[in-house]
């Protein structure tokens, strides 16, 4: 089983990118890296999944090394209102890890 | 696409009474619905994960007796929080997942909770 491995808080000021690194040193050759945006008394909301190197949608890009221990969520130019939690969730439906999330401040 | 809804969004209950919460996938079928709580500050806990037509699977210290799962349809699970104490007061979250095929990958989209204040 995957266990996650991310940085408790992080603080950004407005307009800046962010990286928000996890670790998973187990992953396994099925699993999957989601990361999800939680605001307080919300369900988590989808940001993006990937397998391998690099993904980008819309509101972020996933990074992903070869070896795939590792994964890093980009936020480009964060506002006020990225202020959350972000997690990361690696494994399949079968068995999967939440990670402790990483709460993000964005200061003006 | 991919929206979850959850019924009610809040409640307020006596001790001892039974509650039960709704977990719609609403624009795509869900092979798998999984039920979490969540704690302030904390991250989410996994309850229970349910198949359609499938008794659910229990984490390890969940009481199946007290969390009851049903799975009726491919887009509707309900966890009903029977006899119901101070302690089960919490913030309760489902989630469905589609099936994978296509541009999509087996991924789980999240209902929007429901806060349970048992008093």
């Known amino acids: 089983l995957a266990k996650t491995t991310q940085p408790i808080s992080m603080d950004s000021y407005e307009g800046q990118e962010v990286n928000i690194t996890c670790s998973h040193n187990n992953i396994a050759t099925n699993d999957y890296i989601t990361w999800y945006q939680q605001f307080p008394s919300q369900g988590p909301r989808f940001i993006i999944q990937?397998?391998?190197t690099k993904v980008t949608n819309e509101v972020a890009s996933l990074f992903i090394p070869a070896d795939r221990k590792s994964s890093t969520l980009s936020l480009p130019r964060v506002s006020l209102s990225d202020t959350a939690v972000y997690y990361c969730l690696v494994g399949d439906l079968n068995q999967f890890y939440f990670g402790t999330g990483t709460s993000l401040t964005v200061i003006p | 696409g991919a929206v979850v809804s959850q019924h009610p969004s809040w409640v307020i209950c006596k001790s001892g009474t039974s509650v039960k919460i709704e977990c719609r996938s609403l624009d795509f079928q869900a092979t798998t619905m999984f039920w979490y709580r969540q704690f302030p500050k904390q991250s989410l806990m996994l309850m229970a994960t349910s198949n359609e037509g499938s008794k659910a699977t229990y984490e390890q210290g969940v009481e199946k007796d007290k969390f009851l799962i049903n799975h009726a349809s491919l887009t509707l699970s309900t966890l009903t929080v029977t006899s119901a104490h101070p302690e089960d007061s919490s913030f309760y979250i489902c989630?469905?997942?589609?099936?994978?095929?296509?541009?999509?990958?087996?991924?789980?989209?999240f209902g929007p909770g429901t806060r349970l204040l048992v008093l």
């Open positions: 990937g397998y391998k």
């Open positions: 989630s469905a997942s589609r099936l994978a095929g296509g541009t999509y990958q087996e991924t789980q989209y």
